[in-house]
């Protein structure tokens, strides 16, 4: 049941791998996809995504690279289709990063947006006096 989630992470670290997801949070979360009948729906996004095709964003960007997630961004790629603001890199955590590191990416989630609330990305005066500050 747990190799699925592990589909990410090669075969050396999976020998030395103290498991960072409990077999209650595997349960949990699988759970919710089985109890509430939406495990079809959450792959559909993934199914559904346009293959080959460059979607861009407008809105500032952050970024956080997990040693082992299923993919690895690479920064100059992804800057030519988003304004990212925001860029790190760990070693540790792979494509369950909320489940395997979530200080790591709690803490990164934190910096984004306090870096975004310290500047004005809109271009009509500082963030603070814009909220009213």
């Given at each position: 049941?747990?190799?699925?989630?592990?589909?990410?992470?090669?075969?050396?670290?999976?020998?030395?791998?103290?498991?960072?997801?409990?077999?209650?949070?595997?349960?949990?979360?699988?759970?919710?996809?089985?109890?509430?009948?939406?495990?079809?729906?959450?792959?559909?996004?993934?199914?559904?995504?346009?293959?080959?095709?460059q979607?861009?964003?407008?809105?500032?960007?952050?970024?956080?690279?997990f040693?082992?997630?299923?993919?690895?961004?690479?920064?100059?790629?992804?800057?030519?289709?988003?304004?990212?603001?925001?860029?790190s890199?760990?070693?540790?955590?792979?494509?369950?990063?909320?489940?395997?590191?979530?200080?790591?990416?709690?803490?990164?989630?934190?910096?984004?947006?306090?870096?975004?609330?310290?500047?004005?990305?809109?271009?009509?005066?500082?963030?603070?006096?814009?909220a009213?500050?």
């Amino acid at each position: 049941m747990i190799k699925p989630f592990r589909i990410d992470i090669p075969q050396a670290d999976l020998d030395d791998l103290t498991d960072p997801v409990s077999d209650d949070q595997m349960l949990t979360d699988i759970s919710l996809y089985w109890l509430t009948g939406t495990a079809a729906s959450s792959g559909r996004f993934h199914h559904d995504a346009p293959r080959g095709s460059q979607l861009s964003c407008r809105a500032p960007l952050g970024v956080a690279v997990f040693a082992h997630d299923i993919t690895q961004s690479v920064r100059p790629l992804a800057e030519r289709l988003y304004d990212i603001r925001h860029w790190s890199e760990f070693e540790r955590g792979g494509h369950f990063a909320a489940m395997e590191v979530p200080d790591l990416l709690a803490e990164d989630v934190r910096d984004f947006f306090l870096m975004a609330s310290e500047h004005d990305w809109t271009g009509s005066g500082s963030a603070r006096q814009a909220a009213g500050r």
